[in-house]
């Protein structure tokens, strides 16, 4: 079965830095690869997905994130943040070779701190 | 509707009272998924409806665990004799059509269950 790891739980980051949050998954069969954000009492959005071909991905807000087969990560970036970026944010994974239907699972998530 | 909504948003239910969850998803999305987040981690997948076709149950963690989507449409998460390791925020996502994993999910913002 598919699994996701964020290695960190927490990351603080100060205002206009840059900041890289980490995912890897646990199968190195293709996959769909996808970044969603939690705003506080917000539901998930999705920030950006993965499905083929270019590996560097960019989504709303700024973010991007690079699909590294070999080291079968995910990782999230921004070269700048905002005070409005502080979230949590989740990577999450599904498998496109089911035949039927497949679900999303999702990494236990980052929470970004934008300190001012 | 605008966006999946979930109500009610906030239930405080004694141990062993039965509780029942309500999703309106986004009209005409066929799939809808709930998820169980408990605090601090990521949303773990209870079940799928292709419209009103239960299709998957297995992330239901007991048989006091039921829902229903009988219209393809509203779908009800039932959980009996509730417990203590039952607190955690449900959450509800719909997608426009059958998912094959690389659809975007839309996401209610979430029912607050805590058992006392």
């Known amino acids: 079965a598919q699994s996701v790891t964020q290695l960190d739980s927490q990351v603080p980051v100060f205002e206009e830095a840059p900041v890289e949050l980490r995912c890897n998954y646990s199968s190195s069969v293709s996959v769909y690869l996808f970044w969603y954000v939690q705003y506080p009492n917000q539901g998930l959005q999705l920030l950006l997905k993965?499905?083929?071909?270019?590996?560097l991905v960019k989504g709303i807000n700024g973010f991007e994130a690079e699909f590294n087969k070999s080291q079968t990560s995910f990782h999230l970036r921004k070269p700048s943040v905002h005070i409005s970026d502080t979230a949590e944010y989740f990577c999450?994974?599904?498998?496109?070779?089911?035949?039927?239907?497949?679900?999303?699972?999702f990494g236990p998530g980052t929470s970004l701190s934008v300190i001012p | 509707g605008a966006g999946v909504s979930q109500s009610p948003r906030y239930k405080v239910a004694k141990r062993g009272q039965d509780v029942a969850l309500r999703c309106d998803p986004i009209s005409g999305h066929v799939s809808l998924f709930w998820y169980q987040q408990a605090l601090g981690q990521g949303p773990e997948f209870l079940t799928y409806?292709?419209?009103?076709?239960?299709?998957?149950k297995s992330g239901l963690p007991s048989d006091r665990f039921f829902a229903e989507r009988p219209e393809g449409s509203v779908s009800t998460l039932k959980i009996q004799r509730t417990q203590q390791e039952d607190s955690a925020v449900y959450l509800c996502?719909?997608?426009?059509?059958?998912?094959?994993?690389?659809?975007?999910?839309?996401f209610g913002s979430g029912t607050q269950l805590s058992v006392l």
């Open positions: 993965y499905l083929s071909g270019s590996t």
């Open positions: 409806f292709q419209n009103e076709a239960q299709l998957d």
């Open positions: 999450a994974v599904s498998d496109p070779m089911k035949t039927s239907y497949d679900k999303v699972i």
């Open positions: 996502a719909s997608s426009a059509t059958v998912h094959r994993g690389n659809e975007k999910l839309f």
